[in-house]
Each structure stands twice: as structure tokens, then as C-alpha cells.
T-cell receptor
């Protein structure tokens, strides 16, 4: 079974703190994604990566950065956390294809609260 | 910009009933469409993936159809069970690996 794990299920941080969310997948997938999910807004793509050290901005990259130093690990960084970044964060991975994309596999999510 | 809409936002049905969930999208230039299930406080589980060249996919009691020209997909659930209660999300993949999700339909199956 494909497994995508996220470092924390629940996280509480203070405004202005630097926050790291870690995601690891064990299926040698090329693509990795970070989403946030908010009521009424659905899932919105923050960043994605299709290879080591490669990254692309999604729909809402402001206030976030990412790091992909190894193929299996994709980190989301909140440089200075703000209350409007309180959300559920979901990581996903998939195989890469130039004509389509395989199923995305999701981690369990990290519910981040910024006070 | 691709927009994905799911109607209704919530649905409550008695156990055993067959039901249809709807998904519509504005840009028909898609690579594939995927249906997911999400249980409360959990991540997403993939149910069915339909490539753009396909019309439908089936898995057990689930059947998903795709009509690219009209920008619509349906997820049919046969003989619903209380364990089917969850939020169902559809997602479309466009160019540049861009995935756009709908806001979901929350399904409750009443025993």
C-alpha cells in the first residue's frame, strides 16, 4: 500500500513563529503536493513539486515556501505564521506522466491552529 | 480558470437507496477526473479515476461517468450503506499538473 505520512496530526503555534510541516511518501513518486482545506473553500493547492529541488507555485503560495531535498520528502514552511493560516493541511503524492496523472495519494492531514 | 462545482452540498438518504452525486467543471480541457472520499478529520481516499478518453469507471457499488463535452461527471452509489457516510470530492486535472477540487458533497446514510 502507498503510504503518505505527515509529521503531526495536530499542531498549535503562535503568531510569528516559523512552522515546518513534513510529508514523507514511500512509493518513489515524482509528484508531491501541499494543499490547505478550509470550510466552504475546498482544497486549494499551495505548492507542488515534480522532482527533487523542483517546485511550482499553486493557487495560494503567499506566506508559504517549500523544500524538496530528497525525493520522498516534501516540506511546507510557514516563515511567520499568521492566524489566517489556521487550517487543515494535506500532503499528496503521485507518479508523473506527461499526458496524465496517476491517482493522488493523500496523507492524514495536519490541523494547524495559529494563536 | 477552472471551476469545479458539486451540488448538492449535503445529502441525506435512507439506507439501501441508490443515489447520484454531481460534479460540473467549466473547462473541458482536462486530462482526467477523480472522485475521492473524505471521512471527518481525515485525509482523502481515492475512489475512482477516469481518464479523459474514458466514459466511465466502476468499482464495486460505485460507478463514475464522465461527459467532457458538457463538463459533467456523476458518481453513482448503489444500495447505500451507513458506512458510505462521508464527504465526496471530485477533482479535475488540467494542464501543468494542475488539479482543481470541488467543495464536496456531504453524504449521510441513515440506518
Amino acid at each position: 500500500d502507498v503510504k503518505v505520512t505527515q509529521s503531526s496530526r495536530y499542531l498549535v503555534k503562535r503568531t510569528g513563529e516559523k512552522v515546518f510541516l513534513e510529508c514523507v511518501q514511500d512509493m518513489d513518486h515524482e509528484n508531491m503536493f501541499w494543499y490547505r482545506q478550509d470550510p466552504g473553500l475546498g482544497l486549494r493547492l499551495i505548492y507542488f513539486s515534480y522532482d527533487v529541488k523542483m517546485k511550482e507555485k499553486g493557487d495560494i503560495p503567499e506566506g508559504y515556501s517549500v523544500s524538496r531535498e530528497k525525493k520522498e520528502r516534501f516540506s511546507l514552511i510557514l516563515e511567520s505564521a499568521s492566524t489566517n493560516q489556521t487550517s487543515m493541511y494535506l500532503c499528496a503524492s503521485s507518479r508523473f506522466s506527461r499526458t496524465s496523472t496517476d491517482t493522488q495519494y493523500f496523507g492524514p492531514g495536519t490541523r494547524l491552529t495559529v494563536l | 480558470k477552472q471551476e469545479v462545482t458539486q451540488i448538492p452540498a449535503a445529502l441525506s438518504v435512507p439506507e439501501g437507496e441508490n443515489l447520484v452525486l454531481n460534479c460540473s467543471f467549466t473547462d473541458s480541457a482536462i486530462y482526467n477526473l477523480q472522485w475521492f472520499r473524505q471521512d471527518p478529520g481525515k485525509g482523502l481516499t481515492s475512489l475512482l479515476l477516469i481518464q479523459s478518453s474514458q466514459r466511465e469507471q466502476t468499482s464495486g457499488r460505485l460507478n463514475a461517468s464522465l461527459d467532457k463535452s458538457s463538463g459533467r461527471s456523476t458518481l453513482y452509489i448503489a444500495a447505500s450503506q451507513p458506512g458510505d457516510s462521508a464527504t465526496y470530492l471530485c477533482a479535475v486535472l488540467g494542464g501543468y499538473q494542475k488539479v482543481t477540487f470541488g467543495t464536496g458533497t456531504k453524504l449521510q446514510v441513515i440506518p
